[in-house]
Each structure stands twice: as C-alpha cells, then as structure tokens.
C-alpha cells in the first residue's frame, strides 16, 4: 500500500487541532502482510538502521534522532504505525518531544505511557519502576489516529522502553490491527531500534552539551580580562585567552601549537623552561614576571603563575599560565622615576641660575659703569663697541636664565593679554642657539593687528619653546626650515601654526603624541614630556592643538586660542 498519501512526516510538537476526530482504532491494511515485510531479513533491518545512524552523527538534537528511526521503522514495516516519545525531564522542555507517523490522539497528547511488558523487553523486571513524569499500565492502549481515508478497525500494539545506564526516558510503540499476525522481525526491530536509538540520543546529548562547553569556554576564554595559556608537555600552546593575544599584539590563532619559547625573548628563555619543567614535575613555582615582544614593537610585562593540569589518571598532562598585565604598572612607575629627575632637574636649574646671576649681575652693572664712564672720557669708538657687545650678551645671558627658571618650575603668573607674534619672536630667540646648530631657517607669516590672547606670558613662551624645538630635532641633516604663522580665525579666535620640513611621525605613532613619555626620538634623547606638556598648556588656555604629519615631509602644528575682543 502506498502511504504516501495519508502519512503525514514525523513531528516533534503534536498538532493542537488534528484533522481527524478521536477515535480508539486505526485503519486495517488491505493485507495482513505487506510483501515487503514478508521477505524481511535481519540484514535488512540492520542496513536501514544503519542509514538511521548515519543520519544523526553529530550533534544532533533528540528530535532529528526519533525522527530518523522512526522513518527506519517505516521504510521497513509500511503497514505498521510507529511512535516514538521521550518523557518528560526535570531539565528539559515542557513540550513533549516526539516523532510519529500519524497524529496521536488528543488525550493521549499530554502523557507518555509504558506498559509492564515494554520494560520487560527492554531487560527491566517487572516491578521497576519509570520516571515520574511518565505512566505505567498494564496493558497497550493505542495513542495513534487513524489517517484521512482509511477505514477505522479495531487496533493493539507493543512497545519497548527507550533507557540508558539503567534510567528509563522514553517509548518506542508500534501499532497494529488486533488479531493480525505480526511482520516477521517487528519485534526484534523494535528492540534493535530501542537499543541504538537510546544510545543514539545520549551520544547526541553528550556532544551538544561537548560542543556548549567549548563554545562556553571558547567565549569565556575570548571576553576574559587576564591572560592565560595552556601549554602541553611538549611545550605547544593548547589554548589561550583573547586578553594574551591583545595585549601580546599576536593573532590568537597563530598562538594555538607554537611553541612556549617562541613567545619570549632570548634572554628570557632559559628562566621559563626551567619554571615551565618545574611545574610539570608537580613542583611550586613562584609567580614570575616575563618581558613578551609584542608583535608591533615592543614589550608587554606580565606576571605569571603556572600550575600543573592533572589527566583523569592523576599525571601531569599540561600546564596552565595565568598572567596579569603589569605593562602600565611598570610604565607608570617609569614615569614617576621621570618625574622625580625632572622635579630634581628644576631644583638645579633654580640653583644655577642663581650661581650665575650673581656674577652676572657684577659684570653687567659695572659695564654699564665702564660704558658711561669712557662715553665721557672720549674713549676710542671701537671700544666702546666692544664694551657694548659684552652689555648685550650679558643681558642675553640674564634673559636666557629667566626663561630656564620658569620653565623649570611651575609658572605663578596671574593671565594677562599678551601678543602672540611677540611671545613667538622671544622663544626664537631663546631657541637660537639650537636652531644654528640644526641649521633651521625660520619664515615668519604674521598677522598684522591681532587681537591679543588672555595667557600666562611663560606657559605660551613654553609651548613654543617645546614646538620649535621638537623642529630642529626632527630637521634633515642638510638644514630645514621653520615655518611660524599667526591669523585670525572666526571672529574670536586666533590661529598659530609651528611647521617644519623633518622626518615626520609614522601613521602608527600620530596618535599617540600626546601620550607622556611617549617620543618618537631615539631611546635616551627624549622624555616623552614636551607635546603633553604643550597640550595641558593649550587646554587650560580654552584652546586647542592639533599635530599633522606626513613623514618624510613635514611635521604642522595648529594651535588656537580664544583671543581678547577689540
């Protein structure tokens, strides 16, 4: 018979409304025996349970699987109807999962049954007892409806319990038309069938809950803050958290079988074999800091702490490293060290300055005493020339010795309106000396009548200081040039722009200029200091400082500032 036309596929949510009306039998089929089923063999059954198991390799879900060996059952008995339902669990859904080949009638749509005799074939005596989410009878009574234009008669069937380890979870039902001789095999099928489909569905159930925990510990391993890593006893990385690939720069998959000593330096090497084989004979090994080149440049500083990872034997099997990130730690305490040198610089430089202006302070007021006194006397022009250059380089020396004094300790100036173009001209000044050495030419671009800005004359005199500075360490060796420009900008602001012709700042370093202690000099010729300090400055001003850069070519600065109204 052809049950193509009246089967519906197995489910796994019974139909709330079937399409038939409840009825306690379902059709006879036209011959006892189909002839299929009449030449039944074993080998049959077990290569359409084969193709059942081929199909829920994986990790399948419980209803793909009662769906496979359902269909396994049909392919095999067409004239036999097959249920097969699993009961309900203290964790699972509330729905009742399930695959039939027919609708299951609406009072049954709610329970699973197993009579005494299921659970005697599945190897259970007869006093044992199933879930209590499902019922126990004594004998079968038929849960299957009959399909859309077959004739009703009365039915019976058998069934066997779904079980695994000794825990019963679910039924396996075949039904029948009473009094019928059963196909040849339907009841070995059915205990073959019971037997793979239960180990089936825990297998499945053990690689979907595999496949959550390494998804779990896969997205753990991704979203944690802390590095780790898991090295086997060969040494190869086995797993590793996203936070080691980010603060390492390394790809997180390129880690996975590298070799642990890949990851360090050199130097480091000898230190982490020797902590890494101490660990794996079961030995304490004391936290541990490691220097770790990061993939752009550089080091990151982490503190590590191994522990040895046992297999279900009690052996060693790995090792497992849990770092903390002490990259800023060691940064900021480099940066403190810093600021104690340069605090010990200005307490110097207050301390020069003042050694050097007492005799300077001789030599300037009795040169002026010369001066007046030979002016008078009729001395020799070129004498008095010569007497005039020493005024003016000791007045540049005591100027010169202002500026170092205020740039080195914190200004105590009150705001007041000062001309930028003038500011401007006196740090040229003050950085003449290096700008001849650099063999920097300066182009000034001045505006003409601008408003002058509110500012602490000794921070901007030391913002362009920094500026002009940073200009002549970055100019070619053949010579540069220095362009400084000033405009109005809107109607109440002022625009200064530093600009050189030097080496420039790579793409990579841009953003990061502002950072303390940051330099893009060579280790040893800067502090990192001076852009950060610029940037204060400028931002306790209200205003505003932008670095543009294309290296090879030119390095510009763009300051703004609120200017005073006219």
């Known amino acids: ?71 396994a059952l049909e392919r095999l008995f067409p004239t036999i109807r097959f249920a097969m339902r699993l009961s309900r669990g203290l964790r699972e859904r509330s729905a009742i999962v399930q695959a039939t080949t027919h609708h299951i009638r609406p009072d049954a749509l709610d329970e699973v049954a197993i009579t005494e005799a299921g659970l005697v074939r599945a190897g259970f005596t007869e006093t044992a007892e199933p879930p209590p989410s499902m019922v126990l009878r004594r004998t079968y009574e038929p849960i299957l409806m009959a399909g859309p234009g077959e004739d009703l008669v009365a039915a019976d069937g058998l069934d066997v319990a779904l079980a695994r380890g000794g825990e019963i979870f679910g039924v396996l039902a075949a039904e029948f038309v009473r009094g019928d001789e059963l196909p040849s095999r339907l009841e070995d099928a059915l205990l073959i069938v019971a037997a793979q489909g239960s180990a089936a569905i825990e297998s499945g159930r053990l690689r979907r809950e595999s496949l959550h925990l390494r998804d779990y510990l896969d997205k753990l391993l991704e979203h944690a803050n802390i590095p780790v890593l898991v090295v086997g006893r060969d040494r190869n990385v086995r797993v590793v958290s996203g936070a080691f690939g980010r603060i ?17 330096g ?90 050097i202006n007492n005799p300077l302070t001789s030599i300037s007021v009795y040169g002026e005493y010369l001066m007046s006194k030979l002016s008078r006397s009729g001395a020799e022009q070129a004498d008095l020339k010569r007497l005039e250059r020493i005024l003016r ?34 740090a040229v000044d003050f950085c003449e000396h290096s700008l001849d050495e650099a063999n920097v030419t300066v182009v000034r671009e ?121």
Do not use: W
């Open 1 to 71: 018979m052809d049950d193509s036309a009246h089967r519906k596929p197995p489910v796994s949510k019974q139909d709330p409304e079937p399409r038939v009306s409840s009825v306690k039998s379902i059709v006879s089929p036209r011959r006892r025996r189909s002839e299929r089923s009449e030449g039944l063999t074993l080998p049959n059954v077990l290569a359409s349970l084969t193709q059942a198991q081929r199909e829920t390799t994986g990790p399948s879900t419980d209803e793909s699987i009662l769906r496979a060996y359902v269909h």
């Open 248 to 264: 390492t720069g390394l790809d997180r998959a390129e880690l996975v079988s590298k070799d642990l000593l890949q990851l360090t």
């Open 266 to 355: 050199q130097h480091e090497r000898a230190r982490v074999l020797s902590a890494f084989v101490h660990a794996l004979r079961g030995g304490e090994v004391p936290p541990f800091e490691l220097r770790l080149p990061k993939a752009g440049g550089g080091n990151a500083r982490l503190r590590f702490t191994l522990v040895p990872i046992l297999d279900s034997e009690g052996s060693v099997a790995g090792v497992i490293a849990i770092g903390q990130d002490r990259t800023e730690v060691r940064e900021l305490e480099g940066q403190v060290i810093h600021a104690e040198k340069l605090a010990t610089l200005g307490q110097l430089a207050a301390g020069i300055v003042h050694e």
């Open 393 to 426: 380089s000791s007045d540049r020396i005591m100027s010169f010795t202002r500026n170092l004094l205020s740039y080195a300790r914190p200004s105590k100036e009150e705001a007041q309106p000062v001309s930028l173009n003038e500011v401007l001209d006196e």
């Open 446 to 566: 001045y505006g003409e009548n601008l408003p002058e800005v509110k500012a602490v004359h000794g921070q901007l005199h030391q913002v362009f200081v920094n500026l002009i500075t940073n200009a002549c360490n970055a100019a070619p060796e053949e010579g540069g040039r220095l362009g400084l420009s000033t405009r109005l900008h809107g109607q109440d602001q002022i625009q200064i722009q530093v600009e050189d012709n030097g080496v420039g700042i790579r793409r990579t370093e841009l953003g990061r200029v502002f950072e303390p202690f940051f330099s893009t000099r060579r280790k040893g010729q800067g502090t990192g200091l001076g852009l950060s300090i610029v940037r204060n400055i400028i931002e306790e001003h209200r205003g505003n400082i932008e670095i543009e850069s294309e290296p090879g070519r030119h390095t510009r600065a763009l300051i703004t500032l609120p200017c005073l109204r006219r």
